[in-house]
């Protein structure tokens, strides 16, 4: 029993060995972990100023219609430009970009009177400036970490994230409603800074050497290249399926009063998040793991089938565990998808591809949100919710039954995943004496 347990334990236990084996993916983490705290509190401090400035719902929601074109656009270019230049001076110069802007709305908020024309003009300028660096991030992995550690730091990535998604706004929001919009800001520069510090170390992380330069012409070829391959369609739009039918955090305000807990709203909020991070903390099963498409499949389903479950949900605490298990659910499809890219996609086009998965898991959420609120006005929240997850579940299990390219993925035997398997074997073998 006891042998059982330790053995449990170990399969669980999180593979630290990118941050051990890599200077570059530790400096990578690290920034990212510092970057995010400032971020997030800079995403919770914007809408709040633009409240206090203006005291219009519209206003407010105008901020991520400012923020969706740049969000395209630059998602898309970043991608191009990924795959044609030198990713840490993509990534490095971003970061630069990034701390001017949050310098802009330190600025701005130190005003006697500061204008909300520029929370609207630098929001959307940072957005872009963030959509550009992203791609290069997300392909700068497959140069600095392993091919068999891709699931591993897949997962390390998720729990970064989900650490911060927890205790970034609520660190945020207190520093907004107590200091006031400019030490957010200020915060948020600081981190910037520090990031900067750290990433500025990074090697050189040149393009192939037939790199096709940025163009229209290279963004179609990416489009191309992820047309054709069902499997990575799958990942897309199985995603792209879970959250358009079953995202509905636009109803949070609206369940919280209606089970007579205002003031757990905020739980609400986190509660995807927590379930995010347990799922990331136990993640090491998912290394072991090789049907990455089935896996994704299973883990939409599972995602639908608790956000179904919200809708049954007698009290806030049963809503809130439900929400955990959608946020886990959705984490493990994540990592899956992930490692599908890192292991799968070519070096010169991975850039681009990444561009292509931005639009794809930034846009879902949007639209569901949408859908959401319109189901939620014909027949209320809970049958919003319900009905959201059972669509949610029939469209993932249509997409897998039509897709068995995808559905059948298997990283032993996919020729892609072996192709790119071989490439980085052969590019860490030391050349022959002469």
């Known amino acids: 029993m006891l042998h059982g347990l330790k053995r449990l334990l170990r399969h669980l236990a999180l593979d630290l060995s990118p941050l051990r084996d890599s200077r570059d993916y530790r400096?990578?983490?690290?920034?990212?972990?510092?970057?995010?705290?400032?971020?997030?509190?800079?995403?919770?401090?914007?809408?709040?100023?633009v409240k206090e400035l203006t005291g219009s719902y519209l206003a407010v929601g105008l901020v991520s219609l400012a923020e969706f074109v740049p969000m395209v656009v630059c998602g898309l270019w970043g991608g191009a430009i990924a795959d044609s230049l030198d990713r840490r001076k993509i990534i490095v110069l971003s970061e630069l970009g990034l701390l001017i802007t949050s310098a802009a709305l330190l600025i701005n908020a130190l005003l006697p009177d500061p204008q909300v024309w520029v929370v609207y003009v630098v929001g959307a300028l940072a957005m872009g400036i963030t959509c550009l660096q992203r791609p290069s991030l997300e392909a700068v992995l497959q140069q600095v970490v392993k091919h068999e550690q891709q699931s591993a730091a897949a997962v390390l990535s998720s729990l970064r994230w989900n650490f911060g998604a927890i205790?970034?706004?609520?660190?945020?929001?207190?520093?907004?409603?107590?200091?006031?919009?400019?030490?957010?800001?200020?915060?948020?520069?600081?981190?910037?800074?520090?990031?900067?510090?750290?990433?500025?170390?990074?090697?050189?992380?040149?393009?192939?050497?037939?790199?096709?330069?940025?163009?229209?012409?290279?963004?179609?070829?990416?489009?191309?290249?992820?047309?054709?391959?069902?499997?990575?369609?799958?990942?897309?739009?199985?995603?792209?399926?879970?959250?358009?039918?079953?995202?509905?955090?636009?109803?949070?305000?609206?369940?919280?009063?209606?089970?007579?807990?205002?003031?757990?709203?905020?739980?609400?909020?986190?509660?995807?998040?927590?379930?995010?991070?347990?799922?990331?903390?136990?993640?090491?099963?998912?290394?072991?793991?090789?049907?990455?498409?089935?896996?994704?499949?299973?883990?939409?389903?599972?995602?639908?089938?608790?956000?179904?479950?919200?809708?049954?949900?007698?009290?806030?605490?049963?809503?809130?565990?439900?929400?955990?298990?959608?946020?886990?659910?959705?984490?493990?499809?994540?990592?899956?998808?992930?490692?599908?890219?890192?292991?799968?996609?070519?070096?010169?086009?991975?850039?681009?591809?990444?561009?292509?998965?931005?639009?794809?898991?930034?846009?879902?959420?949007?639209?569901?949100?949408?859908?959401?609120?319109?189901?939620?006005?014909?027949?209320?929240?809970?049958?919003?919710?319900?009905?959201?997850?059972?669509?949610?579940?029939a469209a993932v299990l249509a997409l897998g039954s039509t897709m068995p390219k995808f559905r059948r993925y298997d990283a032993r035997t996919d020729e892609h995943a072996l192709a790119e398997k071989a490439r980085r074997q052969s590019d860490s073998t030391p050349a022959p004496h002469p």
């Open 167 to 393: 205790a970034a706004p609520a660190l945020g929001g207190l520093l907004v409603t107590v200091f006031g919009a400019a030490a957010a800001y200020g915060v948020d520069t600081a981190t910037f800074v520090l990031s900067l510090a750290l990433l500025w170390p990074i090697r050189s992380l040149p393009p192939a050497a037939d790199a096709a330069p940025a163009s229209l012409k290279s963004l179609v070829e990416g489009v191309r290249y992820a047309v054709g391959r069902r499997d990575l369609m799958g990942t897309y739009l199985v995603d792209m399926a879970a959250m358009v039918f079953a995202m509905g955090t636009a109803l949070f305000p609206f369940l919280a009063d209606e089970l007579r807990a205002p003031e757990a709203l905020g739980l609400l909020y986190s509660a995807a998040a927590v379930g995010a991070l347990i799922a990331s903390f136990t993640g090491g099963w998912t290394a072991r793991v090789q049907r990455h498409g089935l896996g994704v499949i299973v883990a939409a389903v599972l995602w639908g089938f608790a956000v179904a479950l919200c809708a049954l949900a007698p009290n806030i605490w049963i809503l809130i565990v439900c929400i955990a298990l959608a946020g886990a659910a959705d984490m493990i499809s994540g990592i899956f998808r992930m490692t599908m890219w890192n292991q799968t996609i070519p070096p010169e086009l991975r850039g681009r591809l990444a561009g292509i998965e931005l639009l794809s898991y930034a846009s879902g959420p949007m639209l569901g949100n949408t859908r959401a609120s319109l189901m939620a006005d014909l027949g209320g929240t809970r049958f919003s919710l319900g009905a959201g997850g059972l669509l949610c579940i």
């Open 27 to 49: 400096l990578l983490f690290s920034s990212g972990v510092i970057t995010m705290f400032g971020t997030m509190i800079t995403m919770v401090t914007i809408p709040f100023q």
